[in-house]
Nanobody, 113 residues
Framework: VQLVESGGGLVQPGGSLRLSCTAS????????MSWYRQAPGKERELVAT????????NYADSTKGRFTISRDNTKKMVYLQMSSLKLEDTGVYYC???????WGKGTLVTVSS
């Protein structure tokens, strides 16, 4: 299993970013996928989850209405569109395969003015 996150960077408060995760080594369409994040000095937390077909999504209360998770099973990719970013969204973002303890290296998102 390999997960490679990309798309992070420095953005001002109120800005937007789109994160991508490229997956390989497993049957992508058979698993739900999640995005997690870890802020400096804090534990890793769940941000959003998407079902196998993409029809079911769930979000942390802190990201509802601002973040959108999506997936493309033909490309084996999962995305996280983030808008109205806040300072507290800063952290390393990881994608994860549902039910398996595999993690990528993550992509750093820094929200700062």
């Amino acid at each position: 299993v390999q997960l490679v996150e990309s798309g992070g960077g420095l953005v001002q408060p109120g800005g937007s970013l789109r994160l991508s995760c490229t997956a390989s080594g497993f049957t992508f369409s058979s698993y739900y996928m999640s995005w997690y994040r870890q802020a400096p000095g804090k534990e890793r937390e769940l941000v959003a989850t998407i079902g196998r077909t993409g029809s079911n999504t769930n979000y942390a209360d802190s990201t509802k209405g601002r973040f959108t998770i999506s997936r493309d099973n033909t490309k084996k990719m999962v995305y996280l569109q983030m808008s109205s970013l806040k300072l507290e969204d800063t952290g390393v973002y990881y994608c994860k395969v549902g039910g398996m303890d595999y993690w990528g290296k993550g992509t750093l998102v820094t929200v700062s003015s």
